[in-house]
DNA sequence: TGACTCTATGCCGGATGTGACATAGAGTTG
DNA sequence: CAACTCTATGTCACATCCGGCATAGAGTCA
């Protein structure tokens, strides 16, 4: 397990606030937490690509834009039902869904940062 | 849409009891059950080609026999989250299930039935 | 500064999923 | 037939997830 990969998962609030807690995680925990993480980034992309905001594409979901938040976040209250359901929504089909979860995140060579600093370290 | 799409999902009890119900299923609705049926499909050759009992199953991801009858079944009653992380105890990756459920459920060229006669017509 | 837009986070009542249990069906063996 | 194994289905108390709402942060514009 590298240490950019636990930054990831502990920007995403998955009560992995400490290394402690993150141990208790079995390897099938941490394989749905990352499955989420990378539904929820293709979530934001497509999302963005369709100029939608959060509260548009929460209206086309029938849902609220606070839950699209979450979702994007990878929040732990956010089940993979709802991100499929959502990504059908979106429009992509379960096929591209699984090949775009299927390889990494990065956009083509441009090293971004994906976020990461943005939860105060303690 | 085909008919036997339809089958499928009435033999995995999706409270599409009726063809009125049926109609309101959104598309998205329909591609999410269409994808909790192939991950199920999965989740069952998996567990059998490992020689695991439902019950030796259950045991492995701490649940019960009869969560995973329901489970292979399709029920409406099972979250992709608990299918995901059933897969990944199972020893499957994100790749290897993403590949999996994209591509149809024929087995590599041996014209083996998949279930779908099992459940009388009515 | 204030007003506006977009996004993030916390909370709550109600809806849905969960493990456990009981029980039944289907198949095998004696 | 009984006894056993594996699987399917129904139910329930409890946990989790849901939409909705309030609110705060970050950015833009005038």
Redesign the interface.
């Known amino acids: 397990m590298k240490k950019s990969k636990l930054n990831r998962l502990r920007a995403a609030g998955w009560s992995v606030g400490g290394v402690r807690e993150f141990l208790e995680l079995s ?3 941490v ?2 937490i ?2 989420k993480l ?1 539904v929820a980034d293709v979530i934001r992309r497509t999302r963005q690509r369709r100029e939608l905001t959060q509260t548009g594409l929460a209206k086309l ?1 029938g849902s609220s834009q606070s839950r699209v938040a979450k979702m994007e976040a990878g929040d732990s209250s956010v ?3 709802l991100m ?2 959502t990504a ?2 979106l429009g992509l ?3 591209e869904v ?2 775009l ?2 390889k990494p995140r990065q956009a083509r060579g441009s090293a971004k940062k994906v976020g990461g600093a943005r939860t105060s370290a303690g």
Do not use: G, P, Y
């Open positions: 390897d099938e925990d394989a749905l990352e499955l990378a979901i089940s993979l039902d499929f359901r059908f929504s089909s379960a096929s699984s090949k979860i299927a």
